[in-house]
């Protein structure tokens, strides 16, 4: 199940953002979007957990936390295709 998590600190690592997904359960991947031009962090990104179960927990437990000062927005990503 792919999540997107939004109103990250722009200093955030992906290393920071599994942190608080993995204690829900298996993550496959942490993706963090950048600028395709500076390289800078656009504050949003995308989670992947295997197990909707687990996945759900995480969105339902971590949306609205904050995360080094932000309150962080955690849903089930929309499909690119629409």
């Known amino acids: ?3 997107y998590v939004g109103n990250l ?3 955030i690592t992906e290393d920071k953002l599994m942190d608080h997904f993995v204690a829900f359960g298996e993550v ?3 993706k963090l979007i950048t600028d395709k031009i500076t390289g800078e962090a656009r504050g949003f990104g995308f ?3 295997p197990i909707q179960s687990e996945a759900e927990a995480a969105i339902k437990a971590l949306n609205g936390t904050a ?3 932000r309150a962080m927005q955690v849903t089930i990503a929309r499909d690119r295709r629409r």
């Open 1 to 3: 199940m792919n999540i």
């Open 9 to 11: 600190p722009f200093m």
């Open 28 to 30: 496959s991947s942490v």
């Open 47 to 49: 989670v992947e957990m």
């Open 67 to 69: 995360i080094e000062g």
